[in-house]
């Protein structure tokens, strides 16, 4: 299977949403052919509208709970697919799953049509709320089996089994990435993540919604580095599971004053309620990925958000919109 440095032609499902935009336009850039594969659920066209027309570049309409095929030779399945904030699957709690669990079947099973290496985009999630701090890859989690956040950290958790079930039994060529929080342009100002949701109260000099006291912890990965750890680990000869995500952590009421700086805005600080099971920490041990992928983020904190808070704005200016009123915050 061609690695590093060489031509492939990669498949991604959920190519369309907000992370898997950035890997299309990630691996084009590279000189790889892509397939993206999309039912459009919670990602629009529109995020892979500069990639359609270019040379190597394949939007499909398909839902990865269906058996997918793609003809011609594929090198890596990126496999994305699934609903990914709160908001969403709460929305979306049956579907989850099965992206989850059916999804990653298809995904495996087209991989190995092909006798390619497939990459699991999995959740720091999985660590539910975690009694071990910060997260190494070897703790177990904590996760409430029948919580409505269930529906996506066990359905990534079987994703992992499986695919951890098909390299044992089958020997299939997998990569788990454990990804954690990350940010950046393209994602929906109304899909009740933190940063979205803060920088459009920012901008809209609404109230900014912190949850609970604030004091909960994320650790925030700008969207470049998140889509060169899951390149990183797509090259390499590991299965993982790896921690991809920044090391740098903060609490959520330091998020919004950060946001509301860089944003140059007056918004007051509003505290409303937290959702049930919302994990208190959140931090990745990353010397696993930084060891075994040589990768870490470059991007700080301050020039994520600046490049964020920047895109918002243009796109707002440019098709304002429905105007959104004050929607509760949940941090994924
Ligand atoms: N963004 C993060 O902070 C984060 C953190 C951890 C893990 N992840 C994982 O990364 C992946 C992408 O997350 P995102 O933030 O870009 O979410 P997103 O909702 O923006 O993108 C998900 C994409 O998958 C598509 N999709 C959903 N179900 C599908 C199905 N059955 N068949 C085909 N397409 C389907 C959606 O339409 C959407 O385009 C997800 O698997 C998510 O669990 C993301």
Not at 45 to 58: D, M, T, Y
Not at 237 to 263: C, Q
Not at 307 to 318: P, S, V
């Amino acid at each position: 299977m061609p690695r590093q440095g060489k031509k492939r032609r990669a498949v991604v499902t959920g190519g369309a949403g907000f992370v898997g935009s950035h890997l299309c336009e990630q691996l084009v850039r590279a000189g790889s052919d892509v397939v993206c594969i999309d039912n459009f659920a919670t990602g629009i066209p529109a995020n892979v509208r500069r990639l359609s027309g270019k040379e190597g570049f394949r939007l499909v309409e398909g839902d990865s709970t269906r058996p997918m095929s793609v003809p011609g030779p594929v090198d890596i399945v990126f496999h994305l697919a699934s609903a990914a904030s709160p908001r969403d699957y709460l929305r979306l709690p049956v579907e989850t799953l099965e992206a989850g669990s059916l999804g990653t079947r298809n995904a495996l099973r087209l991989a190995a049509d092909h006798g390619a290496r497939m990459v699991l985009a999995s959740t720091s999630e999985v660590y539910g709320d975690p009694l071990q701090h910060p997260q190494h890859e070897s703790y177990w989690g904590n996760v409430n089996p029948v919580g409505p956040r269930s529906v996506y950290d066990e359905a990534k958790r079987y994703a992992e089994s499986l695919a951890m079930a098909h390299h044992r039994a089958y020997g299939a060529d997998v990569g788990i990435a454990r990804i954690f929080n990350c940010y950046g342009p393209r994602m929906r100002d109304d899909d009740g993540r933190a940063i979205p949701t803060f920088v459009r109260q920012a901008l809209d000099g609404a109230p900014i919604t912190v949850s609970g006291d604030g004091l909960q912890t994320r650790s925030l990965c700008y969207v470049d580095d998140t889509v060169a750890g899951l390149l990183a680990l797509a090259d390499a000869d590991i299965t993982g599971p790896v921690n991809i995500g920044s090391a740098t952590e903060l609490s959520m009421l330091r998020l919004a004053e950060l946001v509301r700086t860089l944003a140059g805005s007056a918004s007051p600080i509003a505290f409303i309620g937290r959702p049930p099971d919302d994990p208190r920490f959140r931090c990745p041990d990353t010397r696993l990925a930084a060891q075994a992928l040589g990768w870490r983020p470059r991007v700080s904190m301050e020039q994520g958000l600046r490049r964020t808070i920047d895109w918002f704005a243009r796109t707002r200016a440019a098709d304002p919109g429905p105007q959104h009123g004050t929607v509760p915050t949940v941090q994924a």
